[in-house]
């Protein structure tokens, strides 16, 4: 038995090496960066998300009768889009609804239904047309305001309206295929 263990230790012993990885010069990386402009920009998204559909927070203290006050910067061309989007918020939720449209995965609306009735179809595509003129201003806006690439912005809002929407909404994955919610 004596033997059985030492030969056992011999081949752990054996089996046991001391790796070391080092660099030339030490690595450097700012983690905390990348959360924090992820944080900025997911900041900036809500904000945006709840002027077009309102709070998604709860209010702790019912006796606050203040209205919310947006602490980010808007261009009078953001503020503009904002409006226009809340503005159609209701017509867009219909066409979500009745199957007629869809959110692509780089969060812009596209007609997604084949059976549009005729008399709609027009209406529908230019109704996309001008959401996504002003969700294009609104990612820009937020993308160079917080010095991030606009995919990356278009990311979190496709997350956002993905959190929000309820279910039977059609949403496009990242292989290109469509699911309902």
Same mark, same amino acid.
């Given at each position: 038995m004596k033997k059985i263990l030492w030969v056992f230790l011999v081949i752990v012993a054996i089996s046991c090496a001391k790796v070391n990885l080092q660099t030339a010069q030490p690595l450097k990386v700012d983690i905390n960066m990348r959360v924090d402009v992820y944080q900025h920009v997911a900041a900036d998204v809500a904000s945006v998300q709840d002027q077009i559909y309102g709070s998604t927070? $709860?209010?702790?203290?019912?006796? /606050? %009768?203040?209205?919310?006050?947006? +602490?980010? =910067?808007?261009?009078?061309?953001? =503020?503009?889009?904002?409006?226009?989007r809340k503005d159609r918020r209701n017509t867009i939720e219909?066409?979500?609804s009745k199957g007629f449209i869809g959110e692509t995965s780089n969060a812009y609306l596209e007609a997604i239904a084949k059976d549009i009735p005729e008399n709609l179809k027009s209406t529908i595509a230019n109704t996309i047309s001008e959401e996504n003129n002003d969700r294009r201003?609104?990612? $820009?806006?937020?993308?160079?305001? /917080?010095?991030?690439?606009?995919?990356? =912005?278009?990311?979190? %809002? %496709?997350?956002?309206?993905?959190?929000? +929407?309820?279910a039977g909404y059609w949403f496009q994955s990242s292989n290109g295929s469509w699911k309902q919610k």
């Open positions: 927070q $709860k209010q702790i203290n019912f006796l /606050n %009768f203040t209205q919310e006050a947006y +602490a980010q =910067t808007q261009s009078p061309e953001v =503020t503009a889009a904002i409006e226009r219909d066409y979500f201003i609104i990612y $820009k806006s937020i993308a160079a305001k /917080n010095g991030v690439d606009i995919a990356q =912005t278009e990311k979190i %809002f %496709f997350d956002d309206d993905y959190k929000r +929407a309820p």
